[in-house]
C-alpha cells in the first residue's frame, strides 16, 4: 500500500466557484479524517468518518462544506460558494483500531492547497 | 477545554547535537494519547512517536524520544544527533478517549526546526 493519497494536490479558484477534493485511505483503514491547516497554524479538525458513518463535524464546518464517503473507501470534501478565507491547506488522513480496541497514529496524506482568488 | 501549546516558534541547533521541543498539553481526561508529526517545506505531515497516558515508559522511536512528565502534562520530544534533513516543523498532537468514539487530534502552533551544518 502506498499510504493515504489525495488529489488534486494544488487548486486555485474563483471566489463564489464550487470545489470538490478526493481522498483515498490506506486500505484497511476504517477511519478518515479531514482537517485544515491555514499559514503558519497546526492543522485544525473538520470531520470523520467510521466506515461510511460521518460521526463528527466542527464547529468550522460551515453549511458549505460537505463531506461524504459512500462505500467505506475514499472520501471527498466539497466547498460550495468558496470564499477568500477558505484558502488553506486540506489534510486528509486515516487510521484503524489496534488490537488491543485503541486508536493509534493517524497517518496523512500529501494535502490539498487551495487558493481562492 | 483539550488545548496543546509549543512555545517555541523556532529553534535552532548545530548539526549532529541533541535538541529538545517543548510541549505541554492540557485535558480533563484520564485517557490519551501523544503525538508528535513532522512537516517538512513540501507539506505532508510525518508520524514520529507516540505515548500513551497509560504507559510507563517513555516512547522511543530510533533517534526520536518522547520525554513524558505526567504530573506536569509535558510531552517533550527530543531528537538526538540532529542531522539537515531534520530541518522542518514539529507539531505536538493529543488525541482524547483513546477506547471511545472520537479520535480527532488537536494540534499546537508547532516549532520550526533548523539544523545548522
Known amino acids: 500500500d502506498t499510504g493515504v493519497s489525495q488529489d488534486p494536490r494544488h487548486k486555485i479558484t474563483k471566489r463564489g466557484q464550487n470545489v470538490t477534493f478526493r481522498c483515498d485511505p490506506i486500505?484497511?483503514?476504517?477511519?478518515l479524517y479531514w482537517y485544515r491547516q491555514t499559514l503558519g497554524q497546526g492543522p485544525e479538525f473538520l470531520t470523520y468518518?467510521?466506515?461510511?458513518?460521518?460521526?463528527?463535524k466542527s464547529r468550522l464546518l460551515s453549511d458549505r462544506f460537505s463531506a461524504e464517503r459512500p462505500k467505506g473507501s475514499f472520501s471527498t470534501l466539497e466547498i460550495q460558494r468558496t470564499e477568500q478565507g477558505d484558502s488553506a491547506m486540506y489534510l486528509c488522513?486515516?487510521?484503524?483500531?489496534?488490537?488491543?480496541?485503541?486508536?493509534?497514529?493517524?497517518?496523512f496524506g500529501p494535502g490539498t492547497r487551495l487558493t481562492v482568488t | 477545554a483539550q488545548k496543546i501549546t509549543q512555545t517555541q516558534p523556532g529553534m535552532f541547533v548545530q548539526e549532529k547535537e541533541a535538541v529538545t521541543l517543548d510541549c505541554t498539553y492540557d485535558?480533563?481526561?484520564?485517557?490519551?494519547?501523544l503525538f508528535w508529526y513532522k512537516q517538512p517545506s513540501s507539506g505532508e505531515m510525518i508520524f514520529l512517536i507516540y505515548q500513551g497516558s497509560y504507559d510507563e515508559q517513555n516512547a522511543t522511536e530510533g533517534r526520536y524520544s518522547l520525554n513524558f512528565q505526567k504530573a506536569r502534562k509535558s510531552a517533550n520530544l527530543v531528537i538526538s544527533a540532529s542531522q539537515l534533513g531534520d530541518s522542518a516543523m514539529y507539531f505536538c498532537?493529543?488525541?482524547?478517549?483513546?477506547?471511545?468514539?472520537?479520535?480527532?487530534?488537536?494540534f499546537g502552533q508547532g516549532t520550526e526546526l533548523s539544523v545548522k551544518p
Open positions: 498532537a493529543m488525541r482524547e478517549a483513546l477506547y471511545n468514539q472520537g479520535g480527532k487530534l488537536i
Open positions: 488522513a486515516s487510521s484503524s483500531r489496534t488490537g488491543g480496541g485503541d486508536l493509534r497514529e493517524q497517518y
Open positions: 468518518f467510521q466506515n461510511e458513518a460521518q460521526l463528527e
Open positions: 486500505s484497511e483503514h476504517n477511519r
Open positions: 485535558t480533563s481526561d484520564q485517557s490519551y494519547g
